[in-house]
C-alpha cells in the first residue's frame, strides 16, 4: 500500500479525504490480493462508470472483472498513488497476476 498521504479534497475536509483513500486502497487490496468476490456487493453501487475500456460498465461488469481476477493463481496490486476530490477516488496502481 502506498504511504503517500492523500490529496487533499477541494473542499478542504482532510479526514473525510483520508477515510476515502483507507477504504478505496482497501478495495483494490481486496481485489486483487485476498481475490474477495463479495466486494463488489459491499462497496460498489450503481450508477457505476467503469474508466477501464476493458471492463463494461455497471456492477454486472465489475462482478465479472473481479471473478477474473480471483481465477489467478497469484494476484498482487502497489498502490503509488491516492487522490480524493470530493467524493470520488482515484488510485494510480499496478496490478501483477497470473
Request: cysteine-free.
Amino acid at each position: 500500500m502506498s504511504s503517500l498521504t492523500p490529496i487533499r479534497s477541494q473542499d478542504g475536509n482532510t479526514a473525510d479525504s483520508a477515510k476515502l483513500a483507507e477504504t478505496a486502497q482497501k478495495v483494490v487490496i481486496d481485489i486483487f490480493r485476498k481475490r474477495d468476490l463479495a466486494v463488489v456487493d459491499r462497496y460498489f453501487g450503481e450508477p457505476f462508470v467503469q474508466h477501464d475500456l476493458n471492463i463494461p460498465d455497471g456492477l454486472s461488469g465489475m462482478k465479472v472483472f473481479v471473478s477474473e481476477v480471483a481465477r489467478y493463481s497469484e494476484s498482487d496490486v502497489t498502490i503509488y498513488r491516492t487522490l480524493v476530490d470530493g467524493d470520488r477516488v482515484l488510485l494510480h496502481s499496478r496490478h501483477r497476476g497470473h
